[in-house]
């Protein structure tokens, strides 16, 4: 059963980074559309909605309207209404404030390199890639409880104190019906992945 968990939470945020990666992919959405959910609780319903957002059949004209509006929505130009990065939400909407320097430290911690660009430490898409990365190592035996207790912290002091006003911000702002049950699914798959549910699966591992 702990094997089954942390194969979830490795699928779950690897999928949720990548669909906040700019340009949204094809193979992308369709592995959203074709993940199963065995349990019946928050994270399947907001799973089942959504997909439910995805037009059928993915077409290239309903890809575009999606990106349109994810440039719209977190990309720009312009004044975005839903902006991506911790720093502006902890520090007075300031980019590449502390929060971004203390994600690329605890990047640099895990031998994880921060990707090159323009892309700041503390995206949205490179944070829930950093938990991906860590529910990666907790199928290792002899790195689960350090990477399971990294994910504690790593939610607890990185990304929890600002992703309800990014996903609030993202959710109010959303002209196209798929970020907003975005918003929603990232909400239930963090909240689930509460500290009781990881102090659990630490003392089981």
């Not at 077409?59 to 839903?82: K, Q, S």
């Not at 994600?103 to 490179?126: K, N």
Request: glycine content about 4%; hydrophobic content about 45%; charged content about 25%.
């Amino acid at each position: 059963m702990t094997g089954d968990m942390l194969e979830t939470r490795l699928v779950l945020y690897r999928l949720l980074a990548a669909l906040y990666r700019y340009p949204l992919r094809e193979e992308t959405l369709e592995a959203l559309r074709s993940l199963s959910w065995e349990q019946d609780d928050a994270v399947a319903e907001a799973l089942r909605q959504v997909q439910s957002a995805l037009d059928t059949p993915l077409n290239e004209a309903a890809l575009e309207r999606l990106n349109v509006e994810m440039t719209r929505l977190m990309e720009g130009p312009g004044v975005t209404p839903a902006v991506p990065y911790a720093s502006y939400y902890l520090h007075g909407q300031q980019l590449m404030g502390p929060s971004a320097q203390a994600a690329r430290r605890i990047y640099l911690e895990w031998g994880v390199a921060p990707e090159q660009g323009t892309i700041p430490p503390d995206h949205i898409a490179l944070e829930l890639g950093f938990l991906s990365f860590l529910a990666e190592q907790t199928l290792e035996d002899d790195k689960r409880q350090d990477a399971l207790r990294a994910s504690l912290v790593f939610l607890r002091e990185h990304l929890l104190p600002w992703l309800p006003q990014f996903c609030a911000a993202l959710e109010t702002s959303a002209r196209e019906p798929f970020f907003g049950a975005l918003s929603r699914l990232t909400r239930q798959v963090v909240a689930a992945d509460d500290p009781r549910r990881l102090g659990q699966l630490i003392e089981l591992s």
